[in-house]
């Protein structure tokens, strides 16, 4: 059924701009969809409750993904179609999905000529990701002001101080699906279904997204005394800490109080995609 008040919310700002070089917001307007340009004083996640009270039948993004995690969260809660315009910098929920990342218009089609795939999501302590929660050196980068800018160097700068000798434990506990304890890990990685961690692989970094598992990717500090890393998948997982954590959320940087509960939605998100 195509929706009869389709409504798509735009971050000018996501992906240097790529929305606004396309003139989306007039493209979606000349097919009759509403249009709401979220300024970074909003109330992101009050607008998109209004906008569901006052009657929008489809939720759509052009954004980056911590913005597309905020409106798929009202869509799940309302059993509303959802859109996702790739208009990020990476786009990484639009790779996993099949979406034509070069095609920000094209992508409109999917409120009028589309077609809906059931997709998982996922949650920590209740709070809906698309793609990852990553702890340690990764959730540390994502605080740094310079990330947006320079994000690999960061990563490597923040990775040297975490990973040298004189760095200060994380506290971060996980117990493995072996059992095993796993204390002061350096990197953290909870994932809405499993990366593909060997070739062959599909053309997206997670091989399916409606599997109804999370994937988990742990490294250890070197001083843990055990292999490097290792990686699984579970329905739920639970991780302690004496303190808060800093940690990143499909990209966004949080603090986040212990212990960290993730579960997996199987389905949840009703994904509508252009037919093409």
């Not at 800018?149 to 699906?177: C, F, N, W, Y």
């Not at 997206?204 to 599997?211: A, T, V």
């Not at 290792?230 to 966004?252: F, K, M, N, Q, Y």
């Amino acid at each position: 059924m195509t929706p009869e008040r389709p409504l798509l919310f735009l971050n000018p700002r996501s992906g240097g701009g790529k929305a606004e070089h396309a003139g989306l917001a007039e493209r979606a307007q000349e097919r009759g969809i509403d249009v709401v340009v979220v300024s970074p004083d909003d109330d992101f996640a009050g607008l998109v409750d209004d906008a569901v009270a006052r009657g929008a039948d489809a939720l759509g993004v052009a954004g980056g993904d911590g913005s597309l995690a905020v409106v798929a969260a009202a869509a799940v809660a309302h059993e509303l179609p959802f859109v996702c315009i790739p208009a990020g910098t990476r786009n990484h929920f639009a790779l996993d999905v099949g979406i034509d990342r070069s095609s920000v218009v094209g992508a409109l089609d999917a409120f009028a000529d589309g077609v809906e795939r059931r997709v998982d999501v996922a949650e920590v302590n209740g709070r809906l990701f698309l793609n990852n929660v990553s702890l340690g050196v990764y959730g540390e980068a994502v605080r740094q002001p310079r990330y947006r800018d320079a994000k690999v160097r960061t990563m490597i700068e923040t990775a040297a101080h975490a990973l040298g000798p004189s760095a200060a434990a994380v506290g971060v506990e996980v117990v493995d699906d072996r059992g095993s304890i796993h204390a002061d890990v350096a990197v953290l990685l909870v994932s809405n279904n499993p990366y593909a961690l060997e070739l062959p692989r599909a053309p997206g970094p997670r091989p399916r997204l409606d599997g109804g598992e999370l994937g988990v990717i742990l490294l250890d500090t070197p001083r843990a005394g055990r292999s490097p890393g290792r990686a699984w998948s579970t329905t739920e997982l639970e991780v302690s800490a004496p303190d808060p954590v800093h940690a990143g959320i499909d990209g966004e940087p949080v603090e986040l109080t212990t212990p960290l509960r993730f579960a997996v939605r199987p389905r949840a998100l009703r994904l509508r995609l252009r037919r093409a």
